[in-house]
């Protein structure tokens, strides 16, 4: 069709471009798909190719019209082009989407081949919705995966509406299972997805029900069948922070992707947004996207792209190095009377028996960073923490909730609070009020002698 050749020249051009054709061979490479009056996807976009060119991550936008979209997706909402490509990219045999006139129209062809191989000979093949844009630049994604033993990584739902919220999600390319699962979706999930909301995602997580992969008791904000699980799934309910099933690991959302710029640690994802456009900018003008460098490779790859990525280039150049007006503001130290640096400390593995001791020179171990103890196992534990540290006599009652000076918190709460993340729906510490000092109680050499010494052989 007239259509196709157009869009098949356009793809030759970029195909023979430098900054498509010196694509890499690379672990993770990301894709997205949006329509070219889809403003938001071109900011988004460039945010995301500066953070994959970064950490030496393959990544390409896919800019189509309206129409080569609504012949893609098969008269179903513009979201289920996410399904299509990943189909095509995991399944290079499937064409579940071609109608019976023939017009048969294969995505894949619309990527440079350089990138269409390096996306098929990558590890993890990743989908960005077109409005999600990763905030934190100095965090690889690598991390995400590096001890994952499932095959598919995602982020729970951000609201009760469904389980899963699939506007970030990393694919393994190896896994027989992701090669079919996308065809499935696409045949299987049930048609009022087609154009109802929450389209591919409620289609997906429908499947998974039938398939006994999960019980959600949520399906497109419709409730279902499904008993009531005995813990919250959802970790901003008191579920856990990670859940695992056969195969997929569930991340919770403001450490994966999230709607709310104060939470997002990785991630921001525009859903439920009236202005996407708007809101991404805001961000972006305020310092939002931590560590952004905008080399000249990536901005090369988006303009191969599409000629609108220009102005989003210029707009990122502008916001390197701004403050981050969403973290904690900038406070200095007190520095007690006589206060001096802690000499000839040690460094070593942390057995959790003893109080650590770490080298004042060369830092903490990862693992026993601020992230590398929210992501640790334990973080799950229940911990007090004390408003105004130490209490006095006469201090009087807190005006504010909670109307007492000790109240309880998860550990990765506490530690992504001080972070400058709080959680979103903790009734306490999502305020992040600077004013509000809290000191946490938090032992574990204490638990963990007490387990050694009862499992230790009597004498």
Same mark, same amino acid.
């Given at each position: 069709?007239?259509?196709?050749?157009?869009?098949?020249?356009?793809?030759?051009?970029?195909?023979?471009?430098p900054a498509t054709s010196a694509i890499e061979p690379c672990s993770v490479f990301a894709v997205t798909v949006f329509d070219d009056s889809?403003?938001?996807?071109?900011?988004?976009?460039?945010?995301?190719?500066?953070?994959?060119?970064?950490?030496?991550?393959?990544?390409?936008?896919?800019?189509?019209?309206?129409?080569?979209?609504?012949?893609?997706?098969?008269?179903?909402?513009?979201?289920?082009?996410?399904?299509?490509?990943?189909? +095509?990219? $995991?399944?290079?045999?499937? /064409?579940?989407? !071609?109608? =019976? #006139?023939?017009? %048969?129209?294969?995505?894949?062809?619309?990527?440079?081949?350089?990138?269409?191989?390096?996306?098929?000979?990558?590890?993890?093949?990743?989908?960005?919705?077109?409005?999600?844009?990763?905030?934190?630049?100095?965090?690889?994604?690598? +991390?995400? $995966?590096?001890?994952?033993? /499932?095959?598919? !990584?995602? =982020? #729970?739902?951000? %609201?009760?509406?469904?389980?899963?919220?699939?506007?970030?999600?990393?694919?393994?390319?190896?896994?027989?299972?992701?090669?079919?699962?996308?065809?499935?979706?696409?045949?299987?999930?049930?048609?009022?997805?087609?154009?109802?909301?929450?389209?591919?995602?409620?289609?997906?997580?429908?499947?998974?029900?039938?398939?006994?992969?999960?019980?959600?008791?949520?399906?497109?904000?419709?409730?279902?069948?499904?008993?009531?699980?005995?813990?919250?799934?959802?970790?901003?309910?008191?579920?856990?922070?990670?859940?695992?099933?056969?195969?997929?690991?569930?991340?919770?959302?403001?450490?994966?992707?999230?709607?709310?710029?104060?939470?997002?640690?990785?991630?921001?994802?525009?859903?439920?947004?009236?202005?996407?456009?708007?809101?991404?900018?805001?961000?972006?003008?305020?310092?939002?996207?931590?560590?952004?460098?905008?080399?000249?490779?990536?901005?090369?790859?988006?303009?191969?792209?599409?000629?609108?990525?220009?102005?989003?280039?210029?707009?990122?150049?502008?916001?390197?190095?701004?403050?981050?007006?969403?973290?904690?503001?900038?406070?200095?130290?007190?520095?007690?009377?006589?206060?001096?640096?802690?000499?000839?400390?040690?460094?070593?593995?942390?057995?959790?028996?003893?109080?650590?001791?770490?080298?004042?020179?060369?830092?903490?171990?990862?693992?026993?960073?601020?992230?590398?103890?929210?992501?640790?196992?334990?973080?799950?534990?229940?911990?007090?923490?004390?408003?105004?540290?130490?209490?006095?006599?006469?201090?009087?009652?807190?005006?504010?909730?909670?109307?007492?000076?000790?109240?309880?918190?998860?550990?990765?709460?506490?530690?992504?609070?001080?972070?400058?993340?709080?959680?979103?729906?903790?009734?306490?510490?999502?305020?992040?009020?600077?004013?509000?000092?809290?000191?946490?109680?938090?032992?574990?050499?204490?638990?963990?002698?007490?387990?050694?010494?009862?499992?230790?052989?009597?004498?």
């Amino acid at each position: 069709s007239p259509v196709w050749r157009r869009r098949s020249s356009m793809s030759t051009a970029m195909a023979s471009s430098p900054a498509t054709s010196a694509i890499e061979p690379c672990s993770v490479f990301a894709v997205t798909v949006f329509d070219d009056s889809y403003d938001v996807g071109f900011l988004c976009a460039a945010v995301n190719a500066c953070y994959c060119e970064q950490h030496g991550f393959g990544f390409y936008p896919i800019v189509l019209s309206r129409s080569v979209l609504e012949a893609v997706c098969k008269g179903r909402h513009f979201a289920w082009s996410k399904v299509v490509l990943l189909a +095509e990219l $995991l399944s290079p045999e499937w /064409r579940g989407n !071609v109608g =019976g #006139e023939g017009d %048969a129209f294969a995505m894949t062809r619309t990527l440079p081949l350089a990138a269409l191989v390096a996306a098929r000979k990558a590890e993890w093949i990743v989908w960005l919705d077109a409005d999600l844009m990763v905030v934190n630049h100095l965090k690889p994604f690598t +991390e995400f $995966l590096q001890s994952c033993t /499932r095959d598919i !990584v995602v =982020g #729970e739902d951000m %609201a009760d509406l469904d389980w899963l919220n699939t506007g970030l999600v990393a694919c393994r390319t190896s896994s027989e299972w992701c090669r079919t699962l996308w065809p499935r979706v696409w045949q299987q999930g049930d048609s009022k997805f087609h154009r109802g909301e929450f389209w591919d995602q409620s289609a997906l997580c429908g499947c998974l029900s039938s398939w006994g992969e999960l019980s959600p008791t949520m399906v497109g904000g419709k409730p279902t069948i499904a008993p009531t699980p005995a813990a919250p799934w959802f970790s901003w309910q008191g579920g856990p922070k990670v859940r695992e099933t056969e195969h997929i690991a569930v991340l919770n959302a403001g450490g994966f992707q999230t709607n709310d710029p104060l939470c997002a640690q990785f991630a921001f994802h525009a859903a439920g947004m009236k202005d996407k456009a708007r809101c991404c900018q805001a961000i972006v003008d305020s310092g939002g996207v931590r560590g952004l460098q905008v080399s000249e490779r990536a901005a090369a790859l988006c303009l191969a792209a599409g000629p609108l990525f220009a102005a989003q280039i210029d707009v990122l150049r502008r916001a390197v190095g701004l403050e981050n007006l969403f973290s904690w503001p900038r406070i200095q130290r007190h520095v007690w009377s006589g206060e001096v640096r802690v000499p000839n400390c040690r460094r070593g593995a942390w057995e959790r028996c003893a109080p650590a001791i770490v080298h004042a020179r060369s830092g903490p171990p990862s693992s026993l960073s601020l992230s590398g103890l929210s992501d640790d196992a334990g973080s799950e534990q229940q911990i007090c923490i004390e408003d105004r540290a130490p209490i006095f006599a006469d201090d009087s009652p807190p005006a504010g909730r909670p109307f007492s000076f000790v109240t309880r918190v998860r550990l990765w709460e506490a530690l992504d609070y001080v972070r400058g993340y709080p959680p979103a729906h903790h009734p306490v510490l999502r305020d992040m009020r600077p004013d509000r000092i809290w000191r946490g109680r938090w032992r574990p050499w204490v638990a963990a002698a007490c387990v050694a010494s009862t499992s230790s052989p009597a004498p």
